[in-house]
T-cell receptor, first 111, second 112 residues
């Protein structure tokens, strides 16, 4: 039972353009959502989070949008840079911090 | 502030052996969680410790166990290793379990 889904395994974007990564969830109990960036054989690096009481959160080039009625969140990266190329995981939690991860989307930003 | 550290970074064991992995959280963080990452199953939650007590547990067999010390450092133990235990084991810490978790670099375990 995959409670957090990232339906696009990969995404290719040109440098300078917008990258949009999507994530869907099924458990309405989730109240905290996060995006992590990961390189092979390294731990995930925290990017940005959003609480269920908000619908948008921005941090520099990264913006996360939450649509609770659709159980959908997205990460926008503007402008995309080659250094953004990595695997991006969305994660969700409720209560005491049992993070449930999606399967990841590999982003490739080409010069 | 130093990040989450994990030791060792790489480990090779044979089936039937046991292994202990160590995690030092960010200073001041009292919650430590462990995750397993495999190509087939993705990132899966193992357990979470807070103030030396296991507060949350994932769906892993009893061969996987852990503990937390009074200084918040945590260890994870896997007994009777199986080939399928080969994975990247990640440790994450947060101040009290309600905030963002910050991950360490992981321990790559290979079981032969």
């Amino acid at each position: 039972d995959q409670q957090v889904k990232q339906n696009s395994p990969s995404l290719s974007v040109q440098e300078g353009r917008i990258s949009i990564l999507n994530c869907d969830y099924t458990n309405s109990m989730f109240d905290y959502f996060l995006w992590y960036k990961k390189y092979p054989a390294e731990g995930p690096t925290f990017l940005i989070s959003i609480s269920s009481i908000k619908d948008k959160n921005e941090d520099g080039r990264f913006t996360v949008f939450l649509n609770k009625s659709a159980k959908h969140l997205s990460l926008h990266i503007v402008p995309s840079q080659p250094g953004d190329s990595a695997v991006y995981f969305c994660a969700a939690s409720w209560g005491f911090q049992k993070l449930v991860f999606g399967t990841g989307t590999r982003l490739l930003v080409s010069p | 502030k130093a990040g989450v550290t994990q030791t060792p970074r790489y480990l090779i064991k044979t089936r039937g052996q046991q292994v202990t992995l160590s995690c030092s959280p960010i200073s001041g963080h009292r919650s430590v969680s462990w995750y397993q990452q495999t190509p087939g199953q993705g990132l899966q939650f193992l357990f979470e410790y807070f103030s030396e007590t296991q507060r949350n547990k994932g769906n892993f067999p009893g061969r996987f166990s852990g503990r937390q010390f009074s200084n918040s450092r945590s260890e994870m133990n896997v007994s009777t290793l199986e080939l399928g235990d080969s994975a990247l084991y990640l440790c994450a810490s947060s101040p009290d379990g309600k905030e963002t978790q910050y991950f360490g670099p992981g321990t790559r375990l290979l079981v032969l």
